[in-house]
């Protein structure tokens, strides 16, 4: 999974990038290109012969080489590598990565770079623990990064805790895991439908809702990133389109998001019913502005169409529909009778009541309840790893693994 794969490893100033060395060996071992990318605290913990001696290639540590001054450009670095990995990452380089203060040439690359992010944090425990590491942390799975959890053991400090960087061999295991996981969506084209739905009252006001079109844009990023071909039908949201492979069609109506599902889906394998569709809109559309007067107002709606029970009606033999049921009440059990009602293969529940769950933030907290009454439940976690745990869900449910 790694041969050819080109890999920046940053190494910061924890006495963890002791095992940057065995780190690199591994890697390179499987097959990869590793540059390394060295803070100055970094050297002061491992010499940069040792790694550019495994490497074969120069360690990459100031903006300009220091035998001739040539400048290294963290651009062209980050636009090369196919995966960047940091680590040990102290909890300055952490927190310096989420506020993006890029004072020395491995945030400027980290800034810089388009490939996925893997941090393995290393520290004392306290200091992981504070809540403003932790606060980074999230900051930084927010945008996407991937967090390599340290280990519980022996401290430098000699003290017991949370804070070991894991293991070389661990870090080399889910890397290989990742890029494994791209491959798993090959060939498989995938409807996605995602954000609000606006229904017009008259030419300045609508009924929409607080959808932010985060969950669905999730899931449509990590499909692509997996190798699917993303059709990602978009209610009105402000989002850019997560992956330069998506095909996205923009709509406004639960009418146009239903024709553009309908007409996506027969050729799909699969599609996630992810938007938060209006169940009503206005029986009549007034072009003129509305005019207030002293009169209650009673507006006339109408039931829109339910787009996933409709693709659940047309579902072919071997391909799959998921959806998802935010609940106030009963939630499981109203959640496994909408499953059902809409013939999904599995329906991801999010409750109101669990905090860090819902619309507008940038975590969730998920359930996913499948026909055969399996279910799984999932702590708090960014959407895009909610998403990844709904993509392998779903890829289950092709048949992958
Ligand atoms: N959904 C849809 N079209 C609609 C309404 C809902 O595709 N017109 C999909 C959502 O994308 C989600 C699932 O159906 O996957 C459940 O949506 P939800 O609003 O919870 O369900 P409703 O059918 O509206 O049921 P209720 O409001 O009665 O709970």
């Not at 097959?31 to 970094?42: K, L, N």
């Not at 999904?344 to 933030?361: E, M, W």
């Amino acid at each position: 999974m790694l041969k050819g794969k080109k890999i920046i490893l940053g190494i910061t100033g924890s006495i963890a990038a002791y095992k940057a060395a065995y780190l690199t060996r591994a890697l390179i071992k499987k097959g990869a290109e590793v540059q390394i990318v060295i803070t100055p605290a970094g050297k002061e913990f491992i010499t940069p012969v040792t790694l550019s001696a495994l490497t074969g290639k120069p360690v990459v540590s100031e903006f300009f080489s220091a035998n001739d001054g040539t400048w290294h450009s963290h651009v062209d670095l980050g636009l090369w590598a196919d995966l960047l990995l940091i680590a040990p990452a102290t909890a300055s380089t952490i927190g310096k990565m989420a506020n993006g203060i890029a004072d020395n040439m491995l945030i400027t690359t980290y800034l810089s770079a388009k490939a996925p992010v893997f941090i393995a944090p290393a520290m004392d425990l306290d200091m992981f623990a504070h809540p403003s590491t932790q606060h980074n942390l999230e900051l930084l799975r927010s945008y996407g990064n991937h967090i390599i959890e340290p280990a519980t053991g022996e401290l430098a400090s000699h003290l017991e805790g949370k804070g070991r960087m894991e293991e070389p061999d661990r870090i080399v295991e889910r890397i290989e895991a990742f890029f494994a996981s791209r491959q798993s969506l090959r060939g498989r084209k995938i409807v996605i439908t995602a954000g609000p739905t606006y229904e017009k009252i008259d030419p300045v006001r609508f009924i929409g809702n607080y959808s932010s079109g985060k969950m669905g844009f999730s899931l449509a990023r990590v499909c692509a990133e997996r190798g699917a071909d993303v059709v990602l039908i978009a209610g009105p949201v402000t989002l850019p389109t997560p992956h330069a492979s998506i095909k996205r069609i923009d709509v406004e109506s639960a009418d146009e998001m239903y024709r553009a599902a309908m007409e996506a889906y027969p050729t799909a394998d699969a599609a996630i019913c992810c938007a938060a569709v209006a169940d009503y809109a206005p029986a009549e559309y007034r072009s003129t502005k509305m005019k207030r007067n002293a009169d209650d107002l009673t507006l006339v709606l109408r039931p829109n169409k339910d787009i996933a029970a409709e693709l659940g009606k047309i579902k072919r033999a071997g391909q799959c529909l998921a959806g998802f049921a935010l609940e106030t009440d009963h939630e499981a059990e109203n959640a496994v009778a909408k499953m059902q009602r809409k013939n999904f293969d599995f329906i991801v529940l999010n409750s109101l009541r669990d905090a860090g769950a819902g619309f507008r933030g940038d975590t969730n907290k998920v359930s996913i309840w499948y026909r055969d009454g399996r279910s799984a439940d999932y702590p708090v976690k960014s959407k895009l790893e909610v998403a990844s745990d709904i993509v392998d869900a779903l890829t289950a449910c092709l048949g992958g693994e």
